[in-house]
């Protein structure tokens, strides 16, 4: 192995593999020069990782918070008291599903008319089957609570 | 309330202020810190920090929350640095060459204070040196040298967290090593060959 301080650098780093690692420690005990080298970049080394007290200017809090206040994106969750886009929806509907949902037989409409062998519009259609559905909800949950 | 990155991060993705707050005021002196040793500028590094504050915040929600922070804003200060550095340099300036081949520590010296090198030699500190040749170096330089030793990166995590080459790491740490030992050498009186 020649002299070389690139290659000592390295191994300062811990840069080296373990082979590399061998020649060099073979080397630097033969070879008084680089041994001389090393202690000396060992010199550089510690006065390069000693932490250096950067005074932290009084700025800093000024411009963290302006930081936040121009960027930070609204809340993901809605605060009490302000209703979002589907509160309000849920609100305005309820009377309309609720007083569909209790109509006498409105879930079997739709099968009344099939076994009829008739067809029904397609917006009709889609309604039924939603107090349908919204019927037969409100069945299974009130015989979940009368179990209780 | 003390809160781990992790949870920290979390709660900021909720939108909430406070935890905003917390994850800044956490890292505020790490970001100045090595903004300014980048830059060497007080005013250059409080301008960088807002621009790393205002990214972070932006930033936040395209962040894994299983990694762990301090990586991602290293990397985050880093780029701030870089595109800084590249804006305020002129093209006739490189930012990986040194401005002149004396790189002595009288011409150190005298770059970095107006007074008499001579005179200042006779009572100068190792530390003040090196800073003063540390600001000398190469913007890119100065960086690669700050994540080495300072941050303690591999040649590897560098060249990851600038977007060098791997190559490109490693010629930059020696060549600048090799000038700030010239320094020392001066310093020490320091017999060569």
Redesign the interface.
């Known amino acids: 192995m020649r002299c070389e301080s690139e290659l000592l650098q390295a191994f300062l780093d811990g840069e080296l593999a373990e082979q590399k690692i061998r020649e060099v420690k073979e080397h630097l005990a033969a070879c008084r020069a680089c041994r001389r080298e090393l202690s000396r970049l060992k010199l550089l080394w510690l006065e390069l990782a000693r932490p250096e007290a950067i005074p932290l200017p009084p700025e800093l809090p000024y411009l963290r918070q302006q930081a936040i206040a121009a960027a930070r994106p609204a809340p993901r969750r809605p605060e009490k008291g302000r209703p979002g886009f589907w509160d309000i929806q849920k609100l305005a509907w309820r009377p309309l599903s609720l007083t569909t949902a209790y109509l006498p037989g409105s879930g079997e409409v739709k099968e009344l008319v099939k076994a009829a062998g008739r067809k029904l519009p397609g917006l009709l259609l889609g309604s039924l089957t939603l107090t349908g559905r919204l019927w037969r909800l409100r069945r299974a949950g009130g015989k979940g609570r009368g179990r209780r | 309330m003390d809160a781990d990155d992790r949870q920290l991060v979390l709660m900021c ?5 406070e935890a ?2 917390q994850l ?2 956490r890292y ?2 790490y970001i ?2 090595l903004c ?2 980048l830059t060497g500028q ?1 005013e250059d590094a ?1 301008e960088l ?2 621009e790393v ?2 990214k ?3 930033g936040l ?1 395209g962040f894994q929350v299983n990694r762990p922070f301090k990586p991602w804003l290293r990397r985050v200060v880093v780029n701030v640095c870089l595109n800084y550095l590249r804006r305020r340099t002129p093209e006739t300036l490189p930012l990986d060459q040194p401005a002149g081949e004396n790189f002595s520590l009288a011409d150190t010296l005298a770059a970095g204070r107006g007074d008499d090198p001579q005179v200042r030699l006779e009572w100068v500190e ?2 003040e040196a ?2 003063a040749a540390l600001e000398r170096l190469p913007p890119l330089w100065r960086l690669v ?1 700050a994540l ?3 941050e ?1 990166l ?2 590897q995590e560098i060249a990851a967290a600038t977007g060098l080459p791997l190559g490109t790491v ?1 010629t930059y ?2 060549r600048a ?2 000038l ?2 010239r320094v ?2 001066e310093i ?1 009186g ?1 017999e060569e060959g």
């Open positions: 993705r909720e939108g909430r202020e905003y707050r800044l005021f505020e002196g100045y810190s300014y040793r007080r409080l920090s807002q504050f205002l972070v915040v932006t929600p190792t530390r090196l800073r040298l080495r030793h300072q303690e591999s040649y490693k740490l020696f090593r090799n700030l030992r020392f050498s020490y320091w």
